[in-house]
């Protein structure tokens, strides 16, 4: 069988894409799908949330609107704690410093650890309210992995993992990504349509027709 390439366009804060990771990890066992992670940044710092929100205030409630919304065709729906975020004695965070904090994890270990960083780093957003806009957050998150602290943290502050974030930053404007999550079939360039597992089984029964 064809093995199939897909970029994975997503972002840590995205409560979308903790729907489809957990989805294209099971797909990916099953079709022997190679996954490329790749960061897409939303919102880059406190600036660009203001900017893009307005008020925290604002942020938080408009966003926690759009979490319910996901919670309701998620596969774990337990996992999406709206509450506790809406509690939380901190602003809602931007995505860069977890980006980083995957590309670190990328650096040191690969895409595997890249998928396992993005998943867990997810997890310490949605369902356990914390910051991951904080690099300590962050970096806590890594040595849960197993991440040997100082190693880490020199992934994490080297310049080449900012470059690393800017560069998927503009692949995804050659690819035209506006949104995410985005799952793109490097083969063919099929953009998967999001839905349930079914839904991207059978797309991606459709692009491996297309490449036999």
Known sequence: ????????????????????????????????????????????????????????????????????????????????????????????????????????????GGQGAHWEMFDRLQRAHLTEARNIADPVIVRDVARSLGFEAAAFAEAFDDPATTEAVEADRQRARALQVRSIPALIVRETGARLVNGTREDLAAQLRSSLKLVA
């Not at 997503?10 to 099953?30: G, K, P, T």
């Not at 065709?73 to 931007?94: G, K, N, Q, T």
Request: hydrophobic fraction near 45%.
């Open 1 to 108: 069988m064809p093995k199939l390439t897909i970029d994975f366009f997503h972002d840590v804060v995205c409560c979308w894409c903790f729907n489809i990771s957990s989805r294209m990890r099971s797909l990916a066992a099953e079709f022997d799908l190679d996954i490329r992670h790749r960061t897409f940044v939303l919102q880059a710092d406190r600036a660009e949330m203001a900017a893009r929100w307005g008020s925290p205030e604002a942020a938080r409630e408009t966003i926690l609107g759009h979490w319910a919304v996901c919670r309701e065709v998620s596969d774990r729906p337990e996992l999406v704690d709206i509450a506790a975020m809406r509690a939380a004695d901190f602003d809602y965070p931007h995505g860069m410093t977890a980006a980083l904090g995957c590309k670190a994890a990328e650096a040191l």
